[in-house]
């Protein structure tokens, strides 16, 4: 059940490719996989049209019933998924198994949300016929699927973000069908969970071409995915310039398609004097653990912490040295990802102004946390401190006083989420930050860590650009299941024409 073939899943159907590529694990020997061709991508998305007729009108239940197979198989193989994640990704037991049962809790709450039926936002203006001057006519609002939807494999989540992760299961809950570009730092992990998926597919006689996976490619293939005709909407996880790179290629098609793009963040931390006099050790010790949390290659990972300079910035300082100091070496995802930590570490190092606290080292795919401080003066005026370093990489932003941190907070760009941590006597202080902080991001938190983000109803991961390209969209959460959702308005149309989920008279409408 649990064999790797090295193959794609097209439409239902294993396909091997005239080339192949190595995978390059953190542990053993590496595997071939079959690389993905702009041909493939063809056929992956023809199978994707060709299943929306049916899948694009199926029920609720029926969709609620596929994505609890999903997470039903997906658990099935759960043993084997963590012993080839471990070794592609260098991640631990625990982290994979953890990632897995947020993979299919997302899955199987999607399914529970769909159900209920409130995110089809359904509304209903009754026909007035004798309204003057003009008459009403009978108007039925209903959100509805858009078609084929693109997914990018995340590096960084082989499960939450990849094959079946947030993005795929959003758009099937939706009623889309999938078409994953999967991400050649897993390929083993994105093979199963498509054996998985095709398991569930057949299980509850879904059209095959409801999900098909490609793996590795060149840019070449990944273009071919975004500028399809059939493709209506793309998800992605990963870099500023991968991701806006095909932003682009959306935006100029002949007919442009939303790009969801998550792209990056520093996710700014403002501490407040009160919180920082009364609890120094606990908010360094803190911020060290979420710092270096999963080697910092999460994109909540809070790289920058603003702080009023003074003895309780310097208490502050000295307790996330002490927590960071000791911090054990951890494997980072990939050769690339390590070279671009150590690239982002020589652009903070080199910049005038900045001073290194904590030397550490970083060699091949091997990597311990970096801790650098700055004016808020200097900060301001380079704008390079203020990008993402994917990576354990800390910056101290001392400012002179509040009204430097509020300046520091304007200038920001778009985060994924913003942190005060206050004491009550904070509470003026926060209440000039928080109009700011929340144009900024699209979660605000107080008195906590931004890593970890529970999947929810009320959960928001995106914010303004750079975090990502859409600030009204949510990547995680239910809400992320209306991307892929457009309204349809149904004037006058006979009840036995309408959508099923317009008909009867125990629905609840607005209006």
Known sequence: MSTLT?????????????????????RGEPLKYAVGTPAHID????????????????????????????????????????????????????????ERGRTTGQLRLFASHIEDGDYLDRRHDEALPDRQPL?????????????PV???????????FSTAGGDTAAALAAGCPVVVKGHSAHPGVGELVAQAVDAAIKTCGVHPGVFSLVQGGTRETGQALVTHPLIKAVGFTGSLAGGRALFDLCASREEPIPFFGELGSVNPMFLLPEAVKNRPDDMGKGWAGSLTMGAGQFCTNPGIAVVI??????????????????????TMLTDGIAEAYRAGRDQVAGTSGVQELLTSTCDLRNATPYLFSTSGSNWLANEVLGEEVFGPLGLVVRVSGFEEMLSVAQSLKGQLTCTLHLD????????????????????????????????SDTMVHGGPYPASTNFGATSVGTMS???????????????????????GNDQVFLG
């Open 309 to 330: 300079d003074g003895p309780e910035a310097d208490a502050f300082v000295d307790a996330a040295k002490a927590a960071l100091d000791p911090s054990q070496t951890q």
């Open 424 to 455: 009550e006597g904070d509470f003026e202080h926060g209440r000039k930050l928080m109009p700011v902080l929340e144009r900024k991001a699209g979660r605000v938190l107080a008195n906590a860590f931004p890593t970890g983000v529970e999947v």
């Open 135 to 147: 008459p009403r006519p009978d108007l039925r609002m209903i959100q509805r699927p858009i078609g």
């Open 150 to 160: 693109a997914v990018f494999g995340a590096s960084n989540f082989p499960l939450a």
């Open 481 to 503: 299941i209306r991307r892929f959702l457009r309204p349809v308005c149904y004037q006058g149309i006979p009840v036995d024409l309408l959508p099923e989920d317009l008909k």
């Open 43 to 98: 056929a992956a998305v023809t199978a994707a049209e060709e299943a929306f007729l049916s899948y694009g009108y199926s029920t609720r239940a029926e969709r609620a019933v596929f994505l609890t197979a999903i997470a039903d198989e997906i658990e099935a193989r759960g043993e084997a998924i963590t012993e080839i994640g471990t070794a592609e990704t260098g991640l631990p037991e625990a982290r994979l198994n953890g």
């Open 6 to 26: 090295g193959k794609h899943l097209i439409a239902g159907n294993w396909v091997s490719g005239d080339t192949e590529f190595p995978s390059s694990p953190s």
